[in-house]
């Protein structure tokens, strides 16, 4: 059963027109602001707008704010102070990202109804224990939790139900029936898996249990369909004609882009470098001039290895966090000793230290106001803090524990001290792949013999 168009409650949003109501107060510094309770100057701008409802005049207030780690939003909410009427929306302020992500929940208690969801226009929500669907752009993005996400879909099938029943007696009783399934939803009687698919990339679910592994939330990154990208708006580039091979390796190829901080005008430098004993990476570096902010990320100069690859390094010895390091996008970091994982794509492709990549880490962990702010639980701040103090230990050197890498693609790198030889603390192992993992990397589908013969009765 799928949840159409009109899922928002009410009529249709406010329509903003010309007023000379003053805007809030103005503020210097950058245009969001990372989301936060403590930053007084952190104002919304008001706006006299048109109600829709009785047709007199409301106040819009936009809140321009950044989402530490995750994006840049713009929220919206309108009241009206004739008729009570209210609205509220969130949109994304940031770009379509490169890779569309599907997020995997099982809901188990009430504790993962409260998890705070940002769901796009662009999202699909589904629940395949009711074959519920709510498709995409049938409702307004919000900044919401689990609870809320249902909550609206029932006040969205509600709100024609006295239409339906003066003319469609008996689809307005299965409606009604579909309405007390998803209200019992609420109490998680048992559990269930609520699934949200959206192809810009610009949708999040909290973990709650962060920095640590969740085991009721997955989270898939893929490509988008040719149909997926035309919903985005997005316009297929034409194939361009190869040019002539050119030796890169000795020269620093230089091209335009914005900076993803300020956005302003920045040149992004790329150089094709040999990592001794291993392969060809390519390392891009983006300095912006504007604000001063530097970013830099690795991609594999090669293909996907036939085997994935598995790096197991035991600490002892603070000089151990001089090796060199590198990280692609499909590897995950492990440290047993803290029960610590860090998925796939988190901190992208990285090429540094060992050093360099812990602290990473530590930076990941205590600068999330979801993590240590006011609205992470009592229990979690503690945990939160112990973890910190014992990953510092460890990058000082003081206590000895183990650092997994594991790369289902085969393309990352840990230096080996004593190479050509053996590095007595270092373990390398090579393994097949599973049917998921080739899965995650778009392997299945991909047909490199034969393909041309299967294409040639469609022509």
């Known amino acids: 059963m799928a949840a159409g168009g009109a899922v928002e409650p009410g009529p249709p949003g406010p329509a903003a027109v010309p007023s000379p109501a003053p805007a809030g107060p103005s503020t210097a510094g950058p245009l969001f602001r990372p989301l936060s309770a403590e930053d007084e100057e ?6 006299e707008s048109l109600c829709m409802n009785c047709y007199r005049n409301g106040t819009t207030r936009l809140l321009l704010t950044k989402i530490p780690f995750f994006r840049e939003i713009i ?43 940002v ?26 939790t689990v609870e809320g996400l249902i909550s609206r879909a029932i006040s969205g099938l509600e709100q024609d139900q006295p239409t339906r029943k003066a003319n469609e007696d008996a689809i307005a009783e299965r409606i009604d029936e579909f309405i007390v399934k998803l209200k019992e939803l609420k109490q998680v009687a048992s559990p269930f898996t609520l699934i949200i698919d959206d192809p810009s990339g610009n949708s999040f679910v909290e973990n709650p249990h962060a920095p640590r592994k969740d085991d009721d939330l997955v989270v898939t990154h893929y490509y988008r369909t040719l149909q997926q990208a035309e919903m985005l708006g997005l316009q297929a580039e034409a194939p ?12 620093v190829l230089q091209f335009n882009t ?13 150089k094709l470098v040999q990592i001794p004993h291993f392969k060809e990476v390519i390392i891009m570096a983006t300095n912006c001039e504007n604000c001063g902010h530097r970013t830099n990320e690795v991609k594999s100069g090669g293909a996907v290895e036939p085997l994935g690859t598995r790096i197991t390094l035991r600490i002892t010895d603070p000089s151990d966090m001089t090796r060199d390091l590198l990280k692609s996008e499909t590897c995950s970091v492990e440290i047993p000793e803290l029960e610590f994982e860090l998925g796939m794509a988190v901190l992208g492709g990285k090429f540094t230290t060992l050093e360099g990549l812990l602290k990473d880490i530590l930076e990941l962990v205590t600068k999330n106001p979801f993590t240590l702010g006011d609205s992470c639980n009592p229990g979690q701040s503690d945990k939160l803090q112990e973890f910190s103090q014992k990953l510092d230990q460890i990058i000082q050197g003081k206590v000895k524990a183990h650092f997994i890498m594991n790369d289902p693609a085969g393309n990352s790198y840990l230096q080996n001290l004593y190479a050509p030889e053996d590095d007595p603390e270092m373990k390398m192992e090579q393994y097949k792949r599973t049917f998921d993992q080739n899965e995650e990397l778009g392997l299945n589908d991909m047909k490199t013999e034969g393909y041309e013969a299967d294409q040639a009765p469609q022509r």
């Open 42 to 47: 952190q104002q919304p701008t008001e706006i």
């Open 75 to 117: 929220v919206s909410s309108f009241s009206c102070e004739h008729c009570g009427w209210s609205n509220t929306e969130i949109q994304s302020a940031g770009r379509i990202q490169d890779q569309g992500v599907c997020y995997t929940l099982t809901v188990r208690g009430q504790e993962d109804m409260n998890r705070e969801v």
């Open 119 to 144: 769901k796009t226009d662009s999202a699909t929500t589904r629940i395949p224990e009711l074959d519920f669907e709510i498709p995409a752009f049938s409702q307004k993005g919000a900044l919401t």
């Open 240 to 251: 361009e004609e190869k040019p002539e091979e050119e030796d890169l390796r000795n020269e």
């Open 258 to 270: 914005n900076c993803p901080e300020c956005n302003a005008p920045a040149q992004t430098n790329m």
